[in-house]
């Protein structure tokens, strides 16, 4: 028999200073995260994989790297999952098969597979994989709320990414556009390819944690023109101080201010007096006045 994930509704206090709700919160290392940057999923991988991580954290006693799972692993209803992922007005679970087809491929679970005609899912973790994804001191606290909003692999990747970092003193993600442009299935992607996309992953993580962003837009030489990106992520009670983030870089060619709804443009000798306006605008990019 497999244990059966039981649901509640979310507890309405937050532990610490996470801004998560108990109930909806789940983990994910660095290390982990950082060996998905690599690699391309589609959407309904990332679904699958979030929402079995979320489910799977629900029902574990603790959350380090030598926690036990029960042998038998998990199962869930599959109109749980779609409500968890946002996909309940399709009325399919053909997103939820897609899903479990690549994540079968990737080889991370002892288990996985539907069952009473596909409307039921069965799981387990590798207990080295759930290893990996619980250990070590640098880790994501995740939302699962979040994931109804997430589209597309590029959404997906900036959440674990902004997940993993927004919560560090000086909280920055650096990548790169040749992996942004794996994330999209573009192939010699320059950064007008990716420009939009990245944009519009970083709202939706920065309108997911009320976060603001300061973006230099780098070249290193790897590609001609913009080929990295840094990503320091401006949240109350961060370490940043205003020069600090207004600092550019020999590389930096321009910069962006990002919010969870808005974006503007900067020019690299702008920047100080732009994060200064941002600071009066109580970090609202809508609001910058320059």
């Known amino acids: 028999m497999y ?27 660095r290390d982990f995260c ?23 954290c629900r029902k574990l006693p603790t959350w380090s790297s030598d926690v036990w799972q029960v042998q038998e692993g998990y199962r869930a209803e599959c109109m749980l999952l779609r409500r968890i992922l946002g996909l309940e007005s399709r009325n399919s679970n053909r997103d939820l098969r897609a899903g479990v087809a690549e ?11 539907l069952v ?30 979040a994931l109804i909003k997430l589209r597309d692999a590029t959404d997906f990747q900036m959440y674990n990414h902004v997940s993993v970092a927004r ?16 994330w999209m299935q573009k192939a010699d992607p320059r950064w007008p390819d990716i420009r939009d996309g990245f ?45 600090e983030l207004a600092t550019c870089h020999t590389f930096t060619r321009r910069c962006l201010l990002v919010d ?3 974006q503007k443009g900067v020019v690299c000798k702008e920047l100080p007096v732009a994060v200064r306006a941002l600071q009066k605008a109580q970090w609202r990019v809508e609001g910058l006045l320059l």
């Open 3 to 29: 244990e059966e994930i039981e649901t509640t509704k979310s507890q309405t206090r937050s532990a610490g200073d996470t801004g998560i709700a108990s109930n909806d919160m789940y983990r994910m290392s």
């Open 34 to 56: 950082d060996d998905f940057r690599t690699r391309w999923r589609s959407a309904n991988s990332h679904r699958m994989l979030h929402a079995l991580l979320y489910l799977t």
């Open 103 to 113: 994540l079968v491929d990737v080889e991370i679970f002892n288990h996985l597979h």
């Open 116 to 145: 009473h005609d596909n409307s039921w899912l069965c799981w387990r973790f590798k207990d080295e994989v759930l290893s990996w994804i619980l250990s070590g001191h640098s880790y994501g606290l995740m939302d699962a709320r």
């Open 167 to 182: 919560r560090t003193w000086k909280a920055k993600c650096v990548l790169s556009v040749a992996d942004i442009g794996i």
């Open 199 to 243: 944009i519009k992953a970083l709202k939706l993580s920065c309108a997911q944690y009320d976060l603001s962003a300061c973006v230099l837009l780098e070249c290193h030489g790897h590609l001609r023109g913009i080929d990295t990106i840094e990503i320091r992520l401006r949240r109350v009670g961060g370490g940043w101080g205003l020069s």
């Open 260 to 262: 969870g709804t808005h």
